[in-house]
């Protein structure tokens, strides 16, 4: 008879000839009723054999034995339900389903099966369908913990937190030891932004069972988002010594390896995921990914075909389909594409930047100019989408309005941090928080609306009861250090946003307590926090412009040249800030061809700026045969900004050096 073996099985057969033997004689595998077989022989050694790969936390050998207990007797019962079993822990609902019917065909009453079902179902999809298995009442007293666990899981798939909540409170009291059921509990406080009950909750995980695969990778998710990409790290690899082959920690592993631009190594493990599981469709994604990046648009489509349906609302999957489009010239495709990502995440500054450049290119500008109203109309807009809408604008022959945003996006000043500005009224809002106090999902509206309107009194009052109600939530302390930044109090937002990163040291806090030290003059400070964010996060944008500036500060032009080299091919020629830094950089380092060829490109991008106008001529004007355009590009820049000391110094210094 075909054995489904490994090399790796015959080394547990001595090990597991007393299992068998006191599995034979005293048929201790527990039975879901009296079943039409009670196993053979060797199906019941090969079933032992199972046990001890469980035990061994080896899944997937587990799942070969159970395999060849199955094939040595198709009726027996408790191998069916056992394989079930097996396949829900490798998240196979279709499988698990299957093995279960199989079961209740056989003569297992479904009742005792009914948790297995509500939880293949819900792996599916289904949560309407395991809802009313998982809520029925016969299911037995020893399984309702199980139940109510996946009932809370159940319950976020409907969106229905409270209903979510009041399960995992059952789950709790009647299965309080559960690893996997305080791991679902971190996982729900996390998405309703109790950061610091999240980690308790997996803390507690930890301590029940460190071995166990689905804490560690969690406990390395959670420490992901709290403190950024290398931290998490240390938790997948601890997990993949226990079991090397879990597709689903090996999955985590290799996107946060290509987060961190370790791209080498995330192919090398979505290869290794591939091998396992040939239809993983977070593979194929990293793989398309990867494709993008390099340039290859055409094999970066062909490997999202491969992804298939099962991600298509997955707002990352999303970005890179819009991305391909607009690549390919395909902008009224990837109009769809950003459309439906800015609709599920309607304050996505960067799929709002694609949309609106896509509807430009399409020939839609004013439709472009209405998705970018939200970040224009804010105090601290950047260029870039200032740029964009003046572009817009002008290809709507309304060039007033469009200067307008052009001289804001000349200045490359960002402003002060903050919020969306509200769209609905400030009396509804008010209304509505008075009616929610302790929901902050009205309330933070709210506060953000009195921000704006400039109430900051006001503002700094529900901010603070938001935050003392919710102490484990990161945004609420931001609230405040933002309110109180706006009131000039700035040790008082560096205590605030210090609570904040504590729980979640994200980019907003890092970009936040950054500006902060500096306001203070505490430079050191600031940059021991860039430091140590970056130590996570080596591949961050935001950080990495920082560390630029820093170095340009500090006059290490070639570090500085580096790092903006750097970002320049990973974000193009478009930003302005980053090619008037390279100007600098060159400046410093005295290569003047370079200097000039990063002011070119950055003049293209934005003719009316200051900055660049001064950068640029500064660069002309170490050519003996461009002095006369130095000269007139440090005129215009004075001439926007008259006031402006430095660069009537550097116009003087040209002139009478010419």
Same mark, same amino acid.
């Given at each position: /008879?075909?054995?489904?073996?490994?090399?790796?099985?015959?080394?547990?057969?001595?090990?597991? #000839?007393?299992?068998?033997?006191?599995?034979? %004689?005293?048929?201790?595998?527990?039975?879901? !009723?009296?079943?039409?077989?009670?196993?053979?022989? +060797?199906a019941r050694e090969a079933f032992a054999m199972a046990l001890q790969y469980r035990a061994d936390r080896d899944i997937r050998s587990a799942r070969i034995e159970l /395999?060849?207990?199955?094939?040595a007797d198709p009726e027996w019962i408790d191998a069916r339900v056992a394989q079930a079993e097996v396949l829900l822990s490798l998240f196979d609902g279709i499988a698990a389903e299957a093995e279960l019917n199989w079961a209740v065909q056989l003569g297992s009453n479904r009742a005792a099966v009914r948790h297995l079902y509500g939880h293949a179902l819900y792996l599916?999809?289904?949560?309407?369908?395991?809802?009313? +298995?998982?809520?029925?009442?016969?299911?037995?007293?020893?399984?309702?913990?199980?139940? #109510?666990?996946?009932?809370?899981?159940?319950?976020?798939?409907?969106g229905d937190q409270q209903l979510a909540g009041q399960s995992f409170g059952r789950a709790m009291e009647l299965d309080p030891?559960?690893?996997?059921?305080? @791991?679902?509990?971190?996982?729900?406080?996390?998405? %309703?932004?109790?950061?610091?009950?999240?980690?308790? #909750? @997996?803390?507690?995980?930890v301590r029940i069972d460190s071995q166990n695969i689905r804490v560690l990778q969690y406990r390395g998710e959670l420490l992901r988002s709290q403190f950024g990409l290398g931290a998490a790290l240390p938790w997948f690899k601890r997990a993949l010594e226990i079991d090397p082959n879990d597709v689903s920690v090996l999955t985590e592993y290799a996107a946060t390896l290509g987060d961190m631009g370790r791209m080498t190594e995330m192919l090398k493990l979505v290869r290794k995921i591939i091998s396992l599981d040939g239809r993983n469709p977070r593979a194929f994604f990293m793989q398309a990914v990867l494709a993008a990046r390099a340039g290859d648009y055409g094999l970066a489509r062909r490997l999202m075909h491969q992804v298939g349906g099962s991600m298509e609302n997955v707002p990352a999957v999303m970005l890179v389909q819009g991305i391909i489009e607009h690549r390919e010239g395909n902008y009224n495709a990837a109009v769809d594409r950003f459309s439906r990502l800015v609709s599920i995440q309607p304050n996505n500054r960067q799929a709002q930047n694609l949309l609106a450049r896509s509807l430009y290119l399409?020939?839609?500008? !004013?439709?472009?100019?209405? @998705?970018?109203?939200?970040?224009?109309?804010?105090?601290g807009a950047d260029s870039y989408p200032l740029w964009l809408a003046g572009r817009a604008l002008e290809a709507n022959d309304q060039r007033g309005e469009a200067a307008v945003f052009l001289n804001r996006a000349a200045i490359h000043s960002r402003g002060n941090e903050s919020a969306f500005l509200p769209t609905v009224p400030l009396s509804v809002l008010r209304g509505a928080a008075q009616r929610s106090a302790g929901d902050a999902r009205v309330v933070v509206p709210y506060i953000r609306a009195l921000y704006d309107a400039g109430d900051y009194s006001a503002a700094l009052v529900e901010a603070k009861r938001l935050q003392f109600a919710n102490p484990g939530a990161s945004d609420a302390h931001i609230l405040v250090a933002d309110v109180a930044t706006a009131m000039g109090n700035v040790d008082e937002a560096v205590i605030a946003l210090e609570q904040a990163r504590a729980i979640r040291f994200s980019e907003p806090v890092m970009l936040r307590l950054v500006e902060a030290m500096?306001?203070?003059?505490?430079?050191? %400070?600031?940059?021991? !926090?860039? =430091?140590?964010?970056?130590?996570?996060?080596?591949?961050?944008? =935001?950080?990495?412009?920082?560390?630029?500036?820093?170095?340009?500060?500090? +006059? %290490?032009?070639?570090?500085?040249?580096?790092?903006? +080299?750097?970002?320049?091919?990973?974000?193009?020629?478009?930003?302005?800030?980053i090619m008037a830094g390279l100007i600098e950089a060159y400046i410093g380092m005295g290569d003047v061809e370079k200097a000039i060829e990063a002011g070119e490109v950055a003049y293209r991008v934005q003719p009316s700026s200051p900055v660049i106008s001064h950068l640029y001529g500064l660069a002309l004007a170490e050519d003996d045969a461009r002095k006369q355009d130095a000269v007139s590009l440090l005129k215009?820049? @004075?001439?926007?900004?008259?006031?402006?000391?430095?660069?009537?110094?550097s116009l003087r210094q040209v002139r009478e050096a010419g």
């Open positions: /008879m075909l054995r489904y073996v490994t090399g790796k099985l015959a080394e547990y057969r001595k090990a597991c #000839a007393l299992a068998a033997l006191l599995v034979l %004689s005293l048929g201790s595998i527990p039975t879901a !009723i009296l079943a039409a077989s009670e196993g053979n022989a +060797e /395999m060849n207990a199955i094939q599916q999809g289904e949560p309407q369908k395991a809802r009313d +298995e998982l809520l029925a009442d016969d299911i037995p007293s020893e399984h309702q913990g199980y139940a #109510a666990r996946i009932m809370g899981k159940v319950a976020l798939q409907l030891e559960n690893p996997d059921l305080w @791991v679902d509990i971190a996982r729900f406080r996390a998405a %309703s932004g109790d950061q610091a009950g999240a980690t308790n #909750a @997996v803390d507690r995980a399409a020939g839609s500008p !004013i439709d472009a100019v209405d @998705v970018l109203q939200s970040q224009v109309t804010r105090s500096r306001s203070k003059g505490a430079m050191q %400070s600031s940059s021991h !926090i860039l =430091a140590q964010f970056l130590t996570h996060n080596p591949s961050n944008i =935001a950080g990495l412009r920082w560390l630029a500036h820093a170095h340009l500060e500090t +006059e %290490s032009w070639a570090i500085a040249a580096h790092i903006l +080299e750097n970002l320049r091919k990973r974000i193009g020629e478009n930003d302005a800030v215009k820049a @004075v001439a926007i900004m008259p006031d402006n000391a430095l660069y009537q110094k």
